[in-house]
């Protein structure tokens, strides 16, 4: 029977193989692997060391992917029996919930980067509502989890044990979802915020388009104190708690953070981005 880390790597090289849209025959001609073991690599009858996982992402053209490199660094951690400490785990089933439950119920500081989309915890209701329907829930599901981004925004955001820090890019704020009386509240809401926080416990900041930077994230993440980050891809969630991958992440967080204004200049930028749209809304009336 193969160990939960060596399972974990056979899905995701499934997942890594359904994301570049090959068949298992053209891997392997890709690869110079014999599909027969690239089959067997990926229904877990076989554990690839990290050179062929290298080689297989290479085949895949999805080298610089973030999930590609949680299965080397997976392939690396099996073979030094550490493979505990890399995740990667298809988004949204129980298994990656839990595990994220885990991680967030136990953090004293959760800090949040996003370059696509609000955050989580400052979503408003109708924005939470088109994330999800955008994913493809609906009915019964979709509103179970709608009441579960409410009640955990509005219980961490009250919690007096609890620091957050949310950094933002501009770009994610200019994203026009659904409509633009949507964007507007949500935006309103989230100026709001930034002025008032929580008693100094809740800090947003803005990165804005202006500021330049060699920095270059692909990714959202989330840093959870200085023991966890949880990496979001659009086919898996990755889960890291190796001290060497955490800290590049705390670093990584900072240098963001360096970058994003707070308080009362944070609101300020919101509020331009709302106004932007406001004034496409009174367009569209006219």
């Not at 590609?68 to 949204?92: M, N, P, Q, T």
């Not at 959870?224 to 890291?240: E, N, P």
């Amino acid at each position: 029977m193969s160990s939960p880390g060596h399972a974990d790597l056979a899905h995701t090289l499934r997942m890594l193989v359904a994301e570049s849209g090959l068949l298992p025959a053209e891997v392997a001609r890709r690869s110079g692997i014999s599909e027969a073991t690239v089959s067997r690599y990926l229904n877990g009858r076989i554990r690839p060391s990290p050179d062929k996982v290298g080689v297989l992402v290479e085949a895949l053209g999805l080298r610089d992917s973030d999930t590609a490199a949680g299965a080397i660094r997976l392939a690396e951690d099996l073979r030094s029996g550490a493979a505990s400490r890399v995740v990667v785990l298809r988004s949204g089933t129980a298994t990656s919930q839990r595990r994220y439950a885990e991680i967030d119920s136990a953090a004293e500081h959760v800090a949040t980067f996003t370059c696509t989309l609000v955050p989580g915890l400052l979503q408003t209701e109708r924005y939470a509502r088109a994330v999800f329907t955008a994913g493809g829930q609906t009915g019964d599901v979709l509103e179970a989890n709608l009441r579960d981004r409410l009640s955990v925004r509005q219980r961490r955001l009250a919690d007096p044990a609890l620091r957050v820090t949310q950094v933002i890019t501009e770009g994610a704020l200019i994203w026009h979802v659904d409509s633009l009386d949507l964007m507007v509240e949500q935006l309103d809401y989230l100026a709001t915020l930034c002025r008032t926080g929580s008693e100094g416990r809740v800090r947003i900041g803005i990165i804005p388009s202006s500021q330049p930077t060699d920095l270059f994230p692909r990714t959202d993440f989330d840093v959870y104190d200085d023991h966890a980050v949880i990496v979001g891809t659009d086919f898996g969630t990755c889960f890291l708690d190796r001290p060497h991958d955490v800290a590049g992440y705390v670093e990584r967080f900072r240098r963001l953070t360096d970058l994003a204004v707070f308080g009362d200049g944070a609101a300020a930028d919101v509020e331009r981005i709302a106004e932007r749209f406001t004034a496409m809304t009174a367009a569209d009336t006219t």
